[in-house]
């Protein structure tokens, strides 16, 4: 790997980072560095997951402040977070490589109309603060299950798991951006490092190349957080999605033309 390639991919994981701690969607930056490198699909998409890891460690080490007080909840969404990982994980591994970068434009797509469509954090927020009045046992009963599908899909690709499980957590739990944020990032930061797990085993992860993304990854997750608390992002959220929308189409160009 040239000293150009090394750089480009961890300004991509700088990128990534950073977007995926505000808006969920790392992979839509991370991705397609790692194809534009020459990886086919499946292993950009797994040498990916593995270097998504050190996002997560970046932003949970970014966000002890927002967790305190969490510790029970983050028991049992990290539980079912560790079984809807190794799910996914499993699903990629059995599925044909051909029938994956098949699907990936569809996945992408529609991460990228879900940040279209999600209403803003703030009114989610309000909304769950008052379903959590009103019903204050809501938080243990819906939160495991949308956790463990959520988590499903963020161990086999990942793009909008973010955006998904922040949605739900604002909902369900009635806590605000910074602490629901920090809450999906720890949970699907356990998802994705147990598929990451996997991939390492029976995958081929193609290591050079996860290395410097990784770096990229772990200096975007430490400082996502505190950019969260500050900057306005329903703006960066609509550019980041009409973004993907066009990558979906190219990729659907390529894979079906």
């Known amino acids: 790997m040239s000293v150009l390639v090394f750089a480009l991919l961890v300004l991509a994981g700088l990128g990534a980072g950073l ?8 992979s839509l930056i991370s991705y397609p560095a790692l194809l534009a490198t020459g990886l086919p699909p499946v292993t950009a998409n797994v040498t990916n997951t ?21 510790r029970p909840r983050l028991v049992r969404l990290c ?18 490589p051909a029938a994956f970068e098949r699907l990936v434009p569809f996945l992408i797509a ?8 999600q209403r803003p954090a703030r009114e989610l927020a309000a909304e769950g ?27 086999f690709f990942g ?33 994705n490092a147990v598929a990451a797990l996997g991939y390492a085993v029976f995958a081929d992860v193609d290591w ?14 430490r400082f996502g957080p505190a950019i969260v608390r500050r900057v306005p992002q329903q703006g ?16 659907g160009i390529d894979a079906f033309g």
């Open 50 to 70: 593995v270097a998504l890891v050190l996002s997560g460690v970046g932003s949970v080490s970014a966000s002890r402040v927002e967790l305190t007080g969490q």
């Open 236 to 251: 960066l959220r609509r550019g980041i999605a009409l973004l993907g929308v066009g990558l979906a189409v190219h990729l």
């Open 129 to 155: 603060a008052a379903e959590q009045a009103a019903h204050p046992r809501r938080d243990s009963r819906a939160l495991v299950l949308g956790t463990f599908a959520i988590s499903i899909y963020g161990g």
């Open 159 to 191: 793009a909008a798991a973010g955006v998904l499980m922040l949605a739900m957590f604002l909902l369900v739990t009635g806590e605000g951006m910074p602490r629901s944020n920090a809450l999906k990032n720890a949970v699907l930061g356990v998802a």
């Open 19 to 26: 977007i995926g701690s505000i808006a969920g969607l790392a």
């Open 110 to 117: 529609g991460a990228s109309l879900a940040m279209l469509v």
């Open 208 to 221: 050079p190349a996860a290395l410097p993304l990784a770096i990229g990854f772990l200096l975007g997750g």
């Open 79 to 96: 539980t079912a977070a560790v079984l809807g990982g190794v799910a996914g994980a499993v699903l990629l591994l059995l599925m044909p």
